[in-house]
Each structure stands twice: as structure tokens, then as C-alpha cells.
């Protein structure tokens, strides 16, 4: 880096300090949205050039943030703030004829369309294939870059969600001390990617491992963004496009 873009680059950071959320006074937590955290596969939007939709230098199995469109480090520490909830959405075919897209926008938030009542996520009686994905949303922290997100497991992506709906209720042991319902943000989770494949189908998933208790100063963090969100109602976005992309594809 240049002295002449340090010196822009540090001039700025003083100018905005000073001038910290000036213009934005009217805005809260209700008026905005966190980033969702996508994992991109081959066939959503962001990856093919000539879309309006393209980020440049995305490749499948990145991870990447849906509002700035920053491509993220991976694997990336993760810590859970919230558990938002589960619902089913059903997109019409993206090969048909017909209109594409999601079919649920009449019914964005949580408690509506829940999986576990919801007759369009069962599997049929001769087997036949859910008519709506499976969504686990969660509210998380991201120590790296400072970041507040949300997080989406669907699909394939749905093993993951149970184990760590798991790791969440799992008891935790502290200086011998076992702590039997600790925070959603007692645990650092290493969030990374890994290419999948069945049969003619390829596609990437996420992997999830603990890299330990979470840090101090990152608990006091996530503790105050949970207080300031558990009485909000966090609606996370489905892209046409890209949730629909999401089943794994032939190669």
C-alpha cells in the first residue's frame, strides 16, 4: 500500500469515526437486514459472467456476503447468536415452462410454513421427492471481519444443521466445570466447503468443525447482539435464482 492511499485510507477512518451514524438516525434493527452468508454452487447467478448478478472472482465452494457481495475467507469462525427458526419454501421447477421462482412470498416469516407440520416437506408414500425445501435460519457473529450475518442450511446442507443444532444443546465443559445449557455463543465453529458428489450430481456443501470455547470479548459481543435482536423479527431473503440453484447438478 502506498503512503498516499494509507494516508486517504486513515484520514477516512478518523473523518467517519466523528461522524459516526450521522444520516441514519430514523434507521433500526427493524428497517434493515443482515447479510446472508451463501455458499456458491456452479449454477447460481453470482458465478456466471455476464450476469447482472456476476462477483467477480467467485468461484464454486466460496463463500461469499449476499448484500456487499464480499467473498469471505474460509474456513471462516462462526459463533451463533440466535437460532431464528425452520421453515419449508417451494420454488416452482426451474426447468419448466412455467413462472420461476419462489412461490411463498406471501408467507415470509417464521412460524408460518413450518417444516414439521407442513405437508409440502414430507416425503410422499411411494417416496416421492418434498415439494418445499427445508430452511434452518440462524443469526451469527463473525469474529474475523466484525460482521453480523445470517446463515441458511437447506437441502443437502440440512446434516450439517443437525449436528450443529446438536453442538448447540451439547453441554459444555469449563475448567472441569460442566455447564449442561450453555449460550448459543459459548462455541467458535470453523465454517469451510468441500465438493460433494453422487451419482452423475456434483455440488459443494459446507463443513463444520469447533475450533473451541469462544473468546471473551467475542461472548460479551454476541451476548449484546442477542439482546438486540431477540425481540425483532429477522426475515432472511430467498433469491429466486439462487435458492432454487441450490440442488446439486449434473456435471
Known sequence: MSKEVEKIGNTAVEEFRGQSGQGTEGLGTDDVRPPRLVLAQSNHPQVK???AKYIQGLS???LFNDLTGAILPLPLEVVIVQFLGRRAIEFYPMDGPGPHGVKDFNVPFYGKNDPRTDPRAKFGPNGEKPAATVFYEYLVYLPQTGEIASLSLKGTQL????????????PITINGEMITSPPAW???YLLGSASQQKDQYQWSNYTLSQRGVTDPAVRKIAADLFESFKAKTVVIPVEDEGDAADEPTPF
Do not use: H
Not at 159 to 170: C, E, F, G, I, P
Open 49 to 51: 459472467k455476464g450476469n
Open 60 to 62: 464454486e465452494g466460496d
Open 159 to 170: 446434516k450439517v444443521a443437525t449436528t450443529l443444532n446438536s453442538l448447540l444443546k451439547y
Open 186 to 188: 459459548a462455541r467458535t
